[in-house]
């Protein structure tokens, strides 16, 4: 019944989701900068629409439209990439680099994948690194005018509509049919063998901008980053899903605090004023006026695509901020922890009701043990297929 289970079409975990929000390559930072905010949107998709005619010419032989979602932009990468030195100085110059500059080299986490792909299939891309899937899941070509206009806030390549399907999706999916992998559900992380202690670490008074590359690591891998004391004690955690909701000024935090500030600055609710008037003071110190103008000032521009393709953004002009400039949403930089007897289930559980990609592991003195992912868990619920499978296979090579 699990295998049956997995080998299930990913178009039945897209009913009802939104089409996503997307961007061309050759927008600048300060294009998909607005368009974070006025979405609402963690992240959106960053596509390359290839309209020559020879690509073209290919493209019809391969059943290809030419365009294709190469990735995914979110604050994070945008507050990392003004975090840089030079950036801090001159961060109008910043903001006019193209977003294909700040997306992630070698293999992509992104990939695109057919609504009568299995689950099964999904998974096996996710646990190769796969974040995002790109499913197809409107198409205008075969609609009336009056259901064309029926979703004009939505974007779509060439009469196709996309949608994201992500670890947590897929996570959230499995919980719901949990009686069908039973037992397994009930075994401990720890006897299951997923616990990652390959985990990435900072000291609570460690500058935090000696910890920029491990923030954003964990940005592309959808983890966090543990803040500890001396005795290695988790005190907290930077994660990518809390600095998603944040603004671009936490570039002059990330420059100017300690770690253990940066959480403080980062939490739910907005930074303390203490906070705010101690960064400025340091900006000042390192001569980065213009950072300092960019924490008084709410930054704007006019976000219009230079692209010929039809991926460009709507023009809505809404937002989803609060008053203080983040997202009234944003989960707290509180960790979330488990121990190595907690059961799968549980874990699980805990993951999806704080929003959380990953779930810390400590011992009975709080220290840090390791981590639990979504990746690790899909690896659990792909194992029972192997398992299922094995013995038809051994019967097949005894015949």
Known sequence: MAVRFLNRDVSDLCL??????????????AEALMLLKRSGETHVSVWNCDH????????????????????????VDVICFLSKQENLIDSSKAFEVPISKLLPKGDSIVRHLDPNS???????????????????????????????????????????????LTQEDVARFLLNSIGVFSPMPTFSI???????????????????????????????????????????????????????????????????????????????GGPPEDLVGLVKMRLQEKKLGVMTKLMEEEFSVSSSSSSACSCSSDDESGSSRNGSGRYSSSRRSEAITCYPGSSLAAVLIQALAHRASSVWVIDEDHNLVGAVSFKGILKVFRSIANARLKPETENLSTQ
Not at 54 to 61: I, P, V
């Open 52 to 75: 020559s005619s020879s690509f073209l010419e290919k493209a019809k032989a391969d059943d290809d439209d030419g365009c294709h979602c190469v990735g995914k932009i979110s604050m």
């Open 190 to 268: 720890e006897s299951l063998n997923i616990i990652d202690h390959n985990i990435m670490t900072v000291g609570y008074h460690d500058p935090a901008i000696s910890a920029l590359d491990s923030i954003k690591l964990a940005n592309i891998e959808q983890t966090a980053l543990a803040v500890v004391d001396n005795d290695n004690k988790l005190i907290g955690e930077i994660s990518a899903s809390t600095l998603a909701y944040c603004d671009e000024d936490v570039a002059a935090a990330i420059t100017t605090l300690s770690a253990g500030d940066l959480m403080a600055y980062i939490d739910y």
């Open 118 to 164: 299995s689950l099964l299939e999904a998974i096996d891309y996710m646990i190769e690194g796969t974040q995002n899937a790109v499913i197809p899941i409107y198409n205008y070509a075969s609609t009336d005018s009056r259901k064309k206009s029926s979703s004009p806030r939505s974007t779509h390549h060439n009469g196709v509509e996309y949608c994201w």
């Open 16 to 29: 009802g989701k939104p089409a996503l929000r997307s961007i061309p390559e050759n927008a600048t930072v």
